[in-house]
């Protein structure tokens, strides 16, 4: 996932259905559980304990 974002223009991603919906998207692109931290931060600024709640039940 080639994206290049400011930090100023990152959005917050805080609710689980949108971290879920960011893991789905990454996944169908083809991105292993190891690389999602990775890429999702990448765009995002990522309430973390939400995310490792998410990815925990995925």
């Known amino acids: 996932m080639e994206r290049f974002v400011e930090d ?4 917050r991603l805080t609710e689980r259905v949108d ?3 960011a893991i789905n ?3 169908s692109q083809g ?3 190891d690389e999602l ?3 999702i ?3 995002f600024y ?3 304990d939400a995310y490792n709640e998410v ?4």
């Open 8 to 11: 100023h223009q990152k959005r």
């Open 19 to 21: 971290i879920m919906t």
């Open 25 to 27: 998207i990454l996944m």
């Open 55 to 58: 990815i925990g039940r995925h």
């Open 31 to 33: 991105y292993d559980e």
């Open 41 to 43: 931060t990448k765009v």
């Open 37 to 39: 931290i990775g890429e």
């Open 46 to 48: 990522v309430d973390l």
